[in-house]
């Protein structure tokens, strides 16, 4: 069943958007109907029209899943699917076709050779300047100039179209040719003709979007899929044989030859001055490094004549044109329905790059909470929530301590000369009281859910059966009041989570140091609500108790109790919240189970459905503790505010 | 013989400030068994403190009231209390607010279960047993509260401004209600109250009290509770006597009232 909701998602997906979209039109005019007849008999800030009505609350919500439908691009997979595989042939063009216009002038101002030069010819004036502070000796500084002047014509010359190889030229023209040629078959619908069986069957046999984490399907599967990996691979091919191209004529190379030669013999020389210090010997072997670093940059023969790559330029803006126009309306579906991003060529998938990417899609969120609901995958080997088979014996040695067996006169029994052990009335009862026997097995919930709920509902249980009665006495009592207030204010102040980390080092990891500082967190709380509930109990009440013959008990136990649950009972509702808060981040602190454990570890591993599914999980089971809580106080104090 | 006397009673406070406030000087009076007092005077009269002490929430500083000759210390079931605002148990429902001293008490549950309803009965709420108590008006509950103070059969009512939340025709009607009852059940009844002519109808006996410090200033025996027993009580307050009386009190609790205005002034 799961299985097939997950493999018709998109189709899902795609009928519930245009659900959302009817109902957020009609509960829209609904609304606006209702305010149109409001408006002529209430006045303004009446509180009875804030009660709501369902058909905002409709608006709202079909609102916010809209824009999560959007904005994760769920919408964009319902209705093109097809679309992402395509965009992703488009961006291995862009991809194959980048080195080669990143030699142009389209994307920045200045054509490359252009940038090289004035860059070069820079560093090269800054070095000519800095050396006369170097305080070189005469001759060395000329011979530096004179490196420099050199370097300075090779750096220039590589532009002039005189000393330029002949062979360049027909280069040049064949790339030239060669683009415009696969420009045309861009154009040509029919190219690159039918795709073989094995293009066919590989393409179907890869993975659709999304079925395996985020990544799109690379191998093209549509017509306009297969042209643009066709093209994409010619382009790579000649790009790769355009970046090849060097303007190394024999003019450049002898001049590159002549400055290797010169820096080493200056370089030798300087070696063997012994005239010179440690530190003079160090400025040397800055300088020629400097040289030798800037002939480097130059005799690649980068730098072309500055007209000769026009033709090239011009068959690379036609295939650019190309392009986008073969996109056609693919280009819009892009910009409209992939907010926030595009998709990414990769070497083996393609991927989302955008909001896509860290937004997880509705349809995959509620795919991965039904996989790790199933309770043989789980997360980290433990369900969500699941049961297991318990003995009972283990439950029943749980209410009794060990050393009961200690305590019964009597040894245990020791193994006899035939290696058997007899039992003996003691060690009968040790296996009583650790559970050691066999018994029958009885269900018992289990899994990350349950350990987190269990946690929260111990800490809050001791901290009501202990709070609550210590509450009551200090709104009665001065002494108590007096007492216990300094401890109780003492530690309540600090945020619970600034002692997590001091009571799981006490504790250990597991259950005690989390349910220790959740009780800490309710207890404070329930023992402020019990004594404010107490300290209001009016004076009147327990008069008339009084007079009606009841003893101090009585009145603690029917008047006073009960005069105080409407606080004690907002109090626990307020610790649930509480503890809830802090339970989450305890386990993200610390610990092998829970619902923060599962979040903290998805954080870890940037798994944003699981994030996101903790995140919807903490929300619906917080929601489900305030409603639970919520009807209690509406059964238990109906007369809450009408007294 | 169960009256109530009290003995040159005096109660003395010191508030927080250090100051000593006499709240009330030689209060001497006695009860008789059956009579029906009400008690009036401006505000700081010392009326409630009083009361305070004959039900035993207070120990006086000075002085004893005894009740059947038995001096009070503490509460008890020999007196009863109605409250202004009820002071209910909302938590319970009717029967269970009227039986509530017979419960802490251990009764027999039906035998309680029968007098509750008796009493259900005579203040009118016949069939309200199970209704929760703050579902009902404030007329309502002071008619429980009145159940859940006789029910205990205690020889002494003692009535804290008992009607002074209710509106005008509530509050005539529970004065009747209160008559019957004195009559029926002939117990000794002490009001508290801020209206004249409700304490003009409720008294048999009428003591005005007087403040700073708080003493009984002047004391009346009045018929009236008497004849609102059988006649109405419009006509009542149309007779001259009763406007008479009315207005003499009136213009004495005026005159403290001016007394304590002008002496703040000062």
């Known amino acids: 069943m799961s299985d097939f909701l997950f493999e018709q998602r998109n189709t899902i997906v795609a009928f519930l958007i245009i659900g959302l979209l009817i109902s957020l039109a009609l509960s829209i005019v609904k609304g606006r109907r209702v305010m149109a007849t409001e408006r002529t008999d209430l006045v303004f800030g009446n509180p009875a029209k804030a009660l709501g009505g369902w058909y905002w609350i409709v608006t709202g919500m079909s609102f916010v899943m809209l824009i999560w439908f959007y904005f994760s691009w769920d919408a964009a997979r319902a209705y093109n699917p097809t679309a992402a595989n395509e965009l992703c042939q488009v961006a291995k063009v862009e991809s194959a076709i980048k080195p080669m216009r990143s030699q142009f002038p389209f994307d920045k101002p200045n054509l490359r050779g252009t940038d090289l030069i004035a860059r070069d010819s820079g560093q090269l004036d800054r070095i000519n300047t800095s050396l006369t502070t170097l305080a070189l000796e005469h001759s060395v500084e000329a011979e530096a100039t004179a490196i420099l002047a050199i370097l300075s014509s090779a750096l220039v010359d590589q532009a002039n179209p005189t000393y330029t190889k002949t062979s360049l030229e027909g280069e040049f023209k064949s790339i030239e040719s060669r683009i415009n040629q696969l420009t045309a078959n861009f154009n040509d619908p029919s190219y690159p003709g039918q795709p073989t069986a094995e293009q066919v069957a590989a393409g179907n046999a890869q993975p659709g979007w999304g079925d395996t984490g985020k990544e799109i399907p690379v191998l093209p599967t549509t017509p306009l899929g297969y042209r643009y990996a066709a093209v994409a691979a010619e382009i790579k091919l000649i790009a790769k044989d355009f970046v090849k191209l060097r303007n190394t004529n024999p003019h450049l190379l002898a001049q590159v030859a002549d400055i290797k030669a010169r820096i080493k013999a200056a370089q030798a020389a300087a070696k063997a001055d012994q005239t010179l210090s440690a530190a003079q010997q160090e400025v040397h072997v800055k300088l020629y490094r400097q040289l030798n670093k800037m002939l480097k940059r130059i005799d690649d023969g980068s730098i072309f004549p500055p007209s000769s790559l026009n033709g090239v330029q011009t068959a690379l803006a036609a295939f650019n044109q190309a392009h986008i126009e073969q996109q056609g309306s693919l280009k819009t579906y892009d910009t409209w329905m992939m907010p926030g991003g595009r998709i990414m060529a990769g070497n083996s998938a393609c991927s989302e790059q955008g909001s896509g990417r860290w937004l997880p899609k509705p349809s995959d969120t509620l795919g991965t909470l039904a996989r790790i609901s199933n309770p043989d995958i789980g997360f980290k080997d433990v369900p969500l929530l699941w049961y297991r088979w318990q003995p009972v014996g283990g439950m029943i040695a749980f209410l009794f301590p060990d050393w009961i067996a200690d305590l019964i006169p009597g040894n245990y029994p020791r193994h006899t000369q035939d290696g058997q052990i007899n039992s003996n009335f003691k060690s009968n009862v040790r296996d009583f009281v650790t559970g050691n026997y066999n018994s029958f097995s009885i269900p018992v919930p289990m899994g990350h859910m349950w350990d987190s709920i269990v946690r929260v509902v111990t800490g809050l249980f001791f901290g009501i059966i202990l709070g609550v009665p210590l509450g009551l006495f200090m709104g009665l009592s001065r002494f108590a009041k007096g007492f216990f207030d300094p401890m109780v204010e003492l530690y309540r102040p600090v945020p619970p989570l600034a002692w997590a980390p001091l009571i799981l080092t006490i504790f250990g990891i597991q259950d005690d140091g989390k349910i220790f500082l959740l009780f800490m967190v309710a207890f404070a709380i329930m023992v402020i609500s019990a004594r404010t509930g107490a300290t209001g109990t009016q004076l009147s009440k327990i008069h008339a108790a009084h007079s009606l013959g009841a003893s101090h008990r009585q009145i603690l136990r029917r008047v006073i109790l009960p005069n105080s649950l409407p606080e004690i009972l907002t109090g626990i509702r307020i610790s649930i919240g509480v503890c809830w808060g802090t339970l989450v981040a305890a386990e993200m602190l610390a610990g092998t189970t829970g619902i923060g454990f599962v979040e903290n570890v998805a954080r870890k591993q940037s798994d944003y459905e699981v994030i996101w599914v903790t995140i919807i999980i903490l929300g619906v089971l917080g929601l489900m503790f305030d409603l639970i809580m919520r009807s209690v106080i509406n059964r238990t104090i109906p007369w809450r505010g009408k007294g | ?266």
């Open chain 2, 1 to 266: 013989m169960s009256d109530l006397v009290s003995d040159n009673l005096n109660m003395q406070f010191t508030t927080p400030s250090g100051l000593v406030v006499h709240a009330l000087k030689d209060v001497s009076f006695n009860l008789k068994k059956g009579e029906l007092l009400s008690v009036l005077g401006p505000s700081g009269c010392g009326k409630t403190t009083l009361l305070n002490i004959i039900a035993g929430f207070l120990n006086p500083t000075g002085g004893s009231v005894k009740l059947g000759g038995t001096e009070i210390l503490a509460p008890g079931v020999d007196r009863g209390m109605v409250f202004q605002q009820g002071a209910l148990f909302e938590w319970l429902t009717v029967a269970q607010n009227v039986d509530f001293g017979l419960r802490m008490k251990g009764a027999d549950p039906v035998e309680t279960a029968k007098k509750v309803d008796e009493w259900l009965e005579i203040v009118g709420l016949a069939g309200f047993g199970d209704t929760p108590t703050y579902q009902l008006s404030g007329g309502m509950q002071q008619r429980i509260a009145l159940a859940r103070c006789l029910i205990n059969d205690p020889d002494l009512i003692l009535m804290d401004e008992p009607l002074g939340a209710l509106d005008a025709l509530t509050r005539e009607k529970m004065q009747s209600l209160i008559l019957k009852i004195w009559k029926e059940t002939g117990k000794t009844i002490m009001i508290i109250t801020h209206s004249v002519e409700e304490a003009l109808m409720l008294g048999e006996r009428l003591f005005v009290m007087a403040p700073r410090p708080g003493r009984l200033h002047k004391e009346y025996r009045l018929p009236f509770a008497e004849m609102g027993l059988t006649q109405d009580p419009r006509d009542i307050k149309k007779t001259q006597h009763f406007s008479e009386t009315r207005e003499e009190i009136l213009s004495m609790i005026w005159d403290m009232e001016e007394e304590i205005m002008g002496g703040g002034s000062l």
